[in-house]
Each structure stands twice: as C-alpha cells, then as structure tokens.
C-alpha cells in the first residue's frame, strides 16, 4: 500500500467515523446521566430523513440540519419522558424507537416524494460541501504532518470539524464544569444528587436533550454530507456500533474519538478491497470486509476487549423517597 493510498484510507476513516463519533458521544451524555438509550439508531434515522426531505424541498443544507436537530429531539424526549417521567424500561423504549423510526421514515419519505422511501438526489446548497483549510497546498509540502493536513483533514465538511470539536468540549463539560459534576453523579448515585436538593430528573431531561442534539447532527451528516439524500434504513446499526464504541471506550470521551475512528476505518477498508488483497495477498470477499464493523461490534459486547464498567445507576429509574 503506497502512502497516497493510506491517506485516501484515513480521509474515508475520517468521513465514515464522523457519525459514529456523534452518535458515541450521544450515548456517552445519556449513560454517564444513568439512562440507558438503546434508540440511538432510531434518533439517527429520524434526524437522516427529516433533514434530507427539508433540505430537498427548501434547498437549504443548513435548515435541513434544523430539521434533524428538531426530529431527533422529538424521538429524545419520549425516550425522556418513557423513561425518566413514567420510568418505564429503558431498554425496550429504545427499542420501541427504533422500530417506529424503521417504519415512520420511508412512510413519510415516501408520502412526500413517492421515490420507494427515498429523497430526490440532493446537490448544490442543499447538501453541505468539502471546505478546504487555510494554506493546506503550502503545509502539504511538510513531511508527513502534510499529506495529513492537506488530503486527510482538509476537504471534509463542517460537520466533520464539528464532531472532532465535541470531544473536546464534551471532556469540558463533564469534567471540568458543575454541570458536567452533576451529571456525572446523577449516573453514579442518584439519591446524593437528589440530597443536595438538585433535580435528578431535570439534569436526566437535559442528558437526553444533548443526546437528541448530536444524533441529529449525526442523522444530517450522513443524508446531507456523507450521502446525497435519505435512503431507507441508510444508518445501517452505526447507532448500534456507536454503543459499542462507547463500551470500547468506557464511557470517556478522548477514548470515543480513537475507538468510533477504529469502526470507521473497518468501514473504509470494506470499500476498498484492493488494499487487503494488495497486503495480505489473499483475496476477501467483499461481504465479509461489509461484516467487519459488526464482528467487532460482538466482540466488543461480548465483553472480550477489557472489563468495561457503566455508570452504576445506569438502567434504573429514580424513585424520590418521601
């Protein structure tokens, strides 16, 4: 594999684990608050389709993404307000989204363009373009930082940049804010947070309204940047892979980045079997590179990648004693 090759492979890693790095960071606030959200993939879905119709009918990239914010927090509140309101099973809540985000997406899809569930191809404004950084044809004469700079971190789109600076600003707000010391002790013990007279149901409502916020980025993302339009089912389990990321990276951020960049590049490498054939001199058939991302993901859940402990309060809904 010569070195042109391994940047195109790390400029795909970038773009194709750039959801999966949203939809991470999404789970990370839900959990780390005690709520358990099995519905990512379904928030990702609603969020793929609304902003992909939206930005189909108004020509907008950025009032598509509205869209997916608005739909994602929507199917993140009812996630709320069955599991912190009503304390039903937070498991089978996000199953029950994902199943209605399944059906209600190429219901809806189709009703408004009658193309079997699908947008009309999006181009122009309405999908969000490549930006290329400052001075990245003079840096990419450096050695090595070059070609990275130049071919593997300019050329995305702005939500690329933006997933990269939430790992960051998500680091920030956990650990280094009250908020983030709240929420943090909401998924740890519950009953001290509530002893300290601080709303443990508020700070869960506002963990699930951040979760609904970064899997609509996400959702956007893939229908108005990753891909030209929504198609049916075109999360394909990335909100299930987010989850073993998240288990991968132990509930910490910096460590969401590494392992959601490691799916990715599984993904990337599906796309370009002439890399594995070129190194291991071996042909793969193109399914078994498409199963790859999933393989991990049951290797990761299996528990086989190091001992991975959750948010103790995880799971359970609180019950204020009197």
């Known amino acids: 594999m010569d070195y042109a090759t391994l940047m195109q492979l790390l400029a795909s890693t970038l773009r194709l684990g750039t959801p ?15 709520i358990f959200d099995i519905g990512l993939e379904g928030k990702m879905l ?3 389709m609304a902003s992909g119709a939206t930005a189909a009918i108004t020509g907008s990239a950025w009032v598509g993404l509205s869209a997916g914010i608005c739909a994602a927090l929507v199917m993140a509140l009812l ?17 029950a989204l994902n199943f209605v985000a399944s059906g209600a997406t190429v219901l809806i899809a189709q009703a408004l363009f009658q193309q079997g569930g699908r ?12 930006i290329h950084l400052p001075w990245a044809a003079e ?6 930082i070059g070609p990275i700079y130049q071919q593997v971190l300019s050329g995305q789109s702005i939500l690329v940049y933006a997933a990269l600076a939430c790992v960051p600003l998500s680091w920030w707000l956990l650990y280094a804010t009250r908020f983030g010391l709240r929420l943090r002790a909401v998924g740890e013990n519950p009953e001290s947070v509530d002893t300290a007279g601080i709303s443990v ?27 030209a339009g929504f198609g049916r089912e075109m999360t394909a389990g990335r909100g299930y892979i987010a989850l073993a990321a998240l288990i991968f990276a132990k509930w910490r951020p910096w460590h969401a980045l590494w392992a959601t960049m490691l799916f990715g590049f599984l993904q990337a490498l599906a796309l370009r079997p002439d890399v594995i ?6 042909s793969i058939p193109v399914p078994a590179l498409d199963a790859l991302p999933y393989v991990l993901t049951v290797i990761v859940l299996a528990g086989f990648v190091g001992k991975a402990v959750g948010p103790r309060a995880g799971g359970q809904p609180y019950v204020k004693e009197r």
């Open 20 to 34: 999966l790095l949203f939809a991470c960071l999404a789970g990370l606030f839900s959990e780390r608050a005690g």
């Open 46 to 48: 609603m969020a793929a």
């Open 79 to 95: 996630h709320g307000l069955a599991s912190i309101t009503f304390r039903g099973n937070q498991l089978i809540s996000g199953v």
């Open 119 to 130: 947008t009309p191809p999006l181009s122009g404004a309405a999908r969000f373009g490549p």
């Open 139 to 144: 840096i990419g004469t450096v050695p090595v």
């Open 201 to 227: 149901v508020r700070l869960r409502y506002m963990a699930v309204l951040v979760t609904g916020i970064l899997c609509g980025l996400a959702g956007t993302y893939m229908a108005t940047a990753l891909q």
């Open 277 to 282: 054939e070129g190194v291991a001199r071996v």
